[in-house]
């Protein structure tokens, strides 16, 4: 069974920083690239971040700069450091798995930034 479990959300200031952890099982999890999304309050769901399984990465404009997505392989975990938090941040921020047709997503973790 595969599972991709999100932690580290939570309030934060404006200009603050927060690091968002996403560990998975049940997938090789080498070969999947993994990534991050984010949904606010009546926007549709966005792509934040993403990393290959070879390491590279790519970003949203609105995050390039302030956010890094990084991956730990032998533990199986994939991380979001988010400096420089603007209110705009704020949303759910979900972990992505995709490997070919194969998509997985776990179920969020609340960031709140404070203005």
């Known amino acids: 069974q595969v599972q991709l479990v999100e932690s580290g959300g939570g309030l934060v200031q404006a200009g603050g920083s927060l690091r968002l952890s996403c560990a998975a099982s049940?997938?090789?999890?080498?070969?999947?690239?993994m990534g991050w999304h984010r949904q606010a309050p009546g926007k549709p769901r966005e792509l934040v971040a993403v990393?290959?399984?070879?390491?590279?990465?790519n970003y949203a404009d609105a995050v390039k700069g302030r956010f890094t997505i990084s991956r730990d392989n032998a533990k199986k975990t994939v991380y979001l450091q988010m400096n420089s938090l603007k209110p705009e941040d704020a949303a759910v921020y979900y972990c992505?798995?995709?490997?070919?047709?194969?998509?997985?997503w776990g179920s969020g973790t609340l960031v709140t930034v404070a203005s």
């Open positions: 992505n798995a995709a490997l070919g047709h194969s998509r997985y």
């Open positions: 990393i290959a399984a070879g390491g590279s990465t």
């Open positions: 049940g997938i090789g999890f080498n070969i999947f690239a």
